[in-house]
């Protein structure tokens, strides 16, 4: 199984994924945790552009995106879905289309650059709103030290493509991540033990 867990900042995402990780391994599969941008070459000049506010222009960043994810399924998810392993990944596509678009991208465009790209077997979407996702993540920050897309009112254009791509996209679940940690993952765990 590929399952992606996807959502803005603060909802929840590295938690839950770790958990899903414990649970498939619980259960005696093969499991493996992954997340985008990479650790690889490519991921990590992505990150130092987030943390640094470069100045990147946003065709270029979303087409490092791809680029990054194009080495990371053919090296890594591809050949471990080969091997029997289930992956839980920690953003995908989804990231692309909706951060891409409320940086003011062309949805088409994103959608086009990032077709060729397995499918998940599994999008989960933790949804929630984004002052409580900031509040949850940055507790104790100001404005000036949040990165690049961490500001309310850009994640919202986010969150509204997220749930726009739930209607379009099948196998795409949305769950409401502003719960407690423990009604999410049970929330999580209902719906994946429903689809296996």
């Not at 770790?18 to 990479?38: G, N």
């Not at 009112?153 to 502003?178: P, Q």
Request: glycine share 6%; proline share 3%; hydrophobic share 40%.
């Amino acid at each position: 199984m590929f399952l992606v867990l996807e959502g803005i900042d603060g909802a929840g995402k590295t938690t839950h994924a770790k958990m899903l990780h414990e649970y498939f391994r619980s259960k005696r599969q093969k499991c493996v945790l992954t997340d985008e941008p990479t650790s690889g070459t490519i991921g990590i000049i992505i990150k130092g552009f987030l943390r640094q506010k470069s100045g990147i222009s946003p065709n270029a960043l979303q087409l490092l995106f791809a680029s990054d994810r194009a080495e990371h399924v053919e090296k890594f998810i591809v050949p471990e879905l080969k091997s029997g392993t289930n992956i839980i990944m920690d953003r995908y596509v989804a990231s692309t289309v909706a951060y891409g678009t409320a940086s003011g991208l062309d949805k088409e465009w994103l959608i086009s650059i990032n077709s060729k790209f397995r499918t998940p077997d599994i999008t989960l979407l933790l949804d929630i709103d984004p002052k409580a996702s900031m509040k949850r993540k940055f507790p104790n920050q100001d404005e000036s030290e949040v990165e690049l897309f961490e500001s309310v009112s850009l994640l919202e254009k986010v969150r509204n493509t997220y749930l726009e791509l739930a209607k379009v996209y099948d196998n795409y679940f949305i769950i409401d991540a502003s719960k407690s940690k423990d009604a999410v993952e049970q929330a999580i765990l209902n719906k994946i033990e429903h689809l296996l």
